[in-house]
């Protein structure tokens, strides 16, 4: 338990308490000289009220001095803080401040932000902690923490801003727990975490798979749970239009798909692009506007009747996008706007990048013939523009590198060279994949030979023929990516039937079987494969190769039916999917996306630049595969580029649930089942943030003792009043 005053300067008003004495002592009664017979009856009467007379006088000195004293603490309006095990309310404190900078905080209510109420709300806290406290400021957006002054986490909380690229708010609970754990701060800790509750602000799987254990922890270290006080600054009926992404649909019997997950450029068609947007709790009649390379390409109304709280998702298909014809307009970058600007800004647009490039393919084979059917099938692929080149294993190129060739396929080439496996080594080693093609023609021996064993996923035995009615490709799962896109199919076998197969040998841990067939569908102990892959070096996420063992191409005699069903062109393009890899050169990412781009080995590039919403320039380390761009921290378009020899454009935008004020949401519980029960709250809720932290710190609500020492004043001074007149009356008897 502890006292502090309001008003402490005017404790020295205490040392008025002299003035009594002072008095008393100046007019202390002199002995008087009195002319009287009976003087030794006179002494006698003396010495019997003297002690009577200094008890009365000593009594009234300490009422004058009690009642002095009481108001000059009166004056200083002293506070009672704390208890026998209770915090004192002048404790120095280690205050962990949370700020979500996300783009969500930038939600306006009433002329400001919700990252303004956030400064507001933490300045509050900072005004009322004892001098010599601590205060460490963390951002969501940003790693690290630590403990300063006052003063500088003051203008640490005026400096934080909105960051697109964030991380969730369980991000920085994590890094705060393991700073509690290894090394405690000696001040008692209490942790205030300042957001507005959208779904990507709380991940829940942290929470259960690392920030339990992690409370656990620090709570061990510090004796006790960690206080913590959550204030949610949502609000409560928000209103906002918001575009959460972007889709490219080809023609009119094909689906769209999200610009992110495009693995390539749009060569050879005339797309059109779908926005989505979705309305939250408002009313809208705006335009929304397509833009390319700067000029308007499309506008689109939007009309929208939603009541509060309520959310509409609508799509808008505009017009098909017409490319310049001129062969240097080879990627084009451009907007999706909101043309009314509303309260959450930073969900209003969408940026896009589509390239024109293909990606050349080599086919190797001894008849073009036979590669007729898998090149129509590969550059039919409206999601992977590929332009192949067919040659003859002679006229492969010994110095074959995956920046000529995005990969590789080896068809039905009857007895393959050392020097062609050799070459075909160094390429995969380098990161390109391979798909490998046996047929009628190939020879078993040319296939299992040690220079192809350094690269086959299995050994090639004997040709096998099924009899009627033949194998059916029965997938065990759809795990595999080559089988990812089939799931829908959603049924025991793929259509296809095989009456032909190469029968394998697959080395354990070498290979993988990746798509079975069985004589009978019933009968699956036992299956063959039909696709068989080998990860060259597993530590890298490229140099693939795949091996068919049944034929995909049309030979004199009947191996299968795959090429005459819709599984061919989906197989043909999961294949290439799956052996680009890495390679794969999106132009549309996500705030969280790795923006990865492979860089030439051959042009010898030493350094990079980036210009967009961010810039910088960079080093490239000789002989360096792959170039990641970290510096894109913001949405819009960006350009990478080493001088004139090698660019690359893309575009960078917010996720959908950065932005999602209503859907999604972190329930209470969830928060308080790892922060403590009633740790979240709302400005309206809470109005006085540091009620809140006295009470999670058991800090006792201060109470003034001014009206006590008021009525103690009135007593005292009746008290010696009533004293003062008593006594002076019966000195005046005794002298008279």
Request: with cysteine.
């Amino acid at each position: 338990m502890s006292l502090a005053f309001l008003v402490p300067w005017l404790l020295v008003g205490s040392a008025l308490v002299a003035v009594p004495i002072i008095i008393h002592l100046i007019l202390k009664k002199k002995p008087k000289h009195l002319v009287f017979p009976a003087f030794r009856y006179l002494q006698q009467r003396s010495r019997t009220n003297l002690q009577k007379l200094r008890l009365r006088h000593l009594l009234l000195l300490a009422l004058r001095m009690l009642l002095i004293l009481l108001i000059c603490w009166a004056l200083a309006r002293p506070l009672l803080t704390g208890g026998p095990e209770q915090l004192a309310l002048d404790h120095p404190l280690a205050v962990v401040m949370i700020f979500d900078t996300s783009v969500s905080m930038e939600y306006e209510q009433d002329g400001k932000s919700r990252l303004d109420e956030a400064r507001e709300q933490a300045q509050r806290l900072l005004d009322y902690l004892p001098v010599d406290s601590e205060v460490a400021v963390v951002d969501t957006a940003e790693a690290g923490l630590q403990f300063v002054n006052l003063r500088d986490a003051a203008q640490l909380i005026r400096n934080r801003r909105i960051r697109p690229l964030n991380q969730p708010v369980t991000s920085s609970l994590e890094e705060v727990y393991r700073l509690l754990e290894k090394s405690p701060p000696e001040l008692p800790v209490v942790v205030t975490i300042f957001s507005d509750r959208t779904a990507a602000s709380w991940s829940q799987d942290a929470v259960n798979s690392l920030l339990k254990g992690a409370s656990g922890r620090a709570a061990e270290k510090l004796g006790g749970p960690v206080p913590c006080v959550y204030l949610d600054l949502s609000v409560r009926e928000p209103r906002n239009v918001a575009l959460t992404g972007l889709a490219l649909k080809r023609s009119e019997n094909d689906t769209p798909i999200a610009l992110e997950n495009l693995p390539q450029g749009v060569a050879g068609s005339r797309p059109t692009l779908h926005a989505a947007i979705q309305v939250t709790g408002a009313s809208v009649d705006s335009d929304v506007t397509l833009w390319m390379d700067g000029r308007l390409m499309d506008t689109k109304r939007l009309v929208v009747n939603c009541q509060p709280g309520q959310t509409v998702n609508e799509v808008l298909a505009f017009k098909p996008l017409d490319f310049p014809p001129e062969p240097a307009s080879q990627v084009h970058q451009g907007e999706v706007r909101l043309k009314t600007r509303d309260l959450l800004p930073g969900d209003n647009i969408r940026y896009w990048t589509l390239s024109l490039r293909q990606r050349k393919v080599l086919i190797i084979a001894d008849r073009p013939a036979d590669a007729r059917d898998w090149r129509n099938a590969l550059e039919s692929l409206d999601q992977l523009p590929l332009a192949c080149e067919v040659l003859s294993p002679r006229e492969t190129p010994t110095g074959l590198h995956p920046d000529q060739y995005a990969f590789v396929c080896l068809m039905n080439v009857a007895d393959p060279s050392k020097d062609l496996w050799e070459t075909l080594g160094r390429y995969v080693g380098a990161g390109g994949g391979l798909i490998v093609l046996p047929g009628e023609d190939s020879r078993a021996e040319a296939y299992s030979s040690p220079d192809a064993m350094a690269l086959m996923p299995a050994r090639l035995i004997r040709k096998n023929d099924i009899p009627a009615p033949g194998a059916f490709l029965a997938p065990s799962d759809y795990d595999h990516p080559i089988l990812a896109p089939f799931k829908f199919w959603e049924r025991p076998r793929l259509p296809g039937l095989v009456f032909r197969y190469w029968e394998v040998d697959v080395p354990a841990g070498t290979g993988l079987a990746v798509l079975p067939f069985s004589h009978r569908l019933e009968d699956k102990a036992n299956p063959e494969p039909a696709i068989v892959e080998r990860v060259v070096d597993p530590n890298r996420p490229q140099g693939r190769v795949v091996l068919f063992t049944t034929t995909m191409y049309r030979p004199k005699k009947d191996w299968n039916t795959i090429w005459d069903a819709w599984t061919y062109v989906g197989l043909t393009y999961s294949t290439a999917r799956h052996v680009l890899g890495s390679r794969e050169e999106k132009q549309n990412f996500l705030l969280r996306d790795d923006v990865r781009f492979w860089l030439p080995q051959a042009l010898g590039l030493t350094s990079y630049s980036l210009s967009g919403p961010e810039t910088g320039v960079g080093e490239l380390k000789p002989n360096q595969a792959q170039l990641l761009v970290t510096e894109a921290r913001r949405p819009g378009n960006y350009r990478a580029a080493a001088g004139d020899a090698w660019q690359r454009h893309f575009s960078v935008n917010l996720e959908a649930a950065e932005t999602m004020l209503t859907t999604q949401r972190p329930a209470v519980a969830d928060i308080e089942s790892l922060l403590g029960e009633h740790s979240v709250f709302t400005p309206e809720d809470a109005p006085d943030l540091r009620d809140l932290t006295r009470d999670k710190l058991g800090q006792r609500p201060s109470t003034e003792l001014l009206p006590w020492l008021m009525i103690g004043v009135l007593l005292v001074l009746a008290l010696e009043n009533l004293l003062a007149n008593r006594f002076y009356k019966q000195d005046r008897e005794l002298v008279e």
